[in-house]
């Protein structure tokens, strides 16, 4: 039997999580959870005023996120964060075992270009070297793949779907990492 994946769209700020997220979610056939809803509002606040958030203003926002994708374990879902670093992805996974990571990538300038082009957003593209800065690429142990973000939100999403049927799905629900190829 075909268990959906649950899947978590991540990404430095401008990859597109947010547009990719729900394209992939009904490509997929389940539901979407916008990553950014489940900050709080001091969280808002501070990346409104071009302040990074620390580790600890991260811990509610992952575990909310995290509450919402074991709830969909068996189900299938996509939901959106930047997951930046090792040890927030391990915490989504100790909510959710059976994540599966999209990994949006790009060059800085794309994602630069498309964040000064987005309208009403409140991360400010000055925050996008600490993001750059954070960032911590999947590991080899980690259930996930690489997505570049050249091309139409379509081109992306279509990438995507290829890339976690190739993972394949887990009877169990939750996703095996990568085997390295010989």
Known sequence: MHTPHVV??????????TTIGPLLAAQLGVPYAEGDDFHPQANIAKMSAG??????????????????AHGRAGLGGVASSSALKRSYR???????????????????ELIEGRMSQRQGHFMPTAL?????????????????????VAGSPE?????????LRALGPAADGSAQPPQPSQ
């Open 128 to 148: 996008l070297d600490s993001q750059f800065a954070t960032l911590q690429p999947l590991g080899p142990d980690e259930a996930g793949v690489d997505v570049d």
């Open 90 to 108: 391990d915490r989504l996974r100790s909510a959710a075992p059976g994540i599966v990571f999209v990994h949006l990538t790009g060059s800085r």
């Open 51 to 68: 302040t990074p958030l620390t580790d600890d203003d991260r811990w509610p926002w992952l575990d909310a996120i995290g509450s919402w």
């Open 8 to 17: 978590v769209v991540m990404g430095v700020a401008g990859t597109g999580k």
């Open 155 to 163: 081109d992306i999403t279509e990438r995507a779907v290829a890339a």
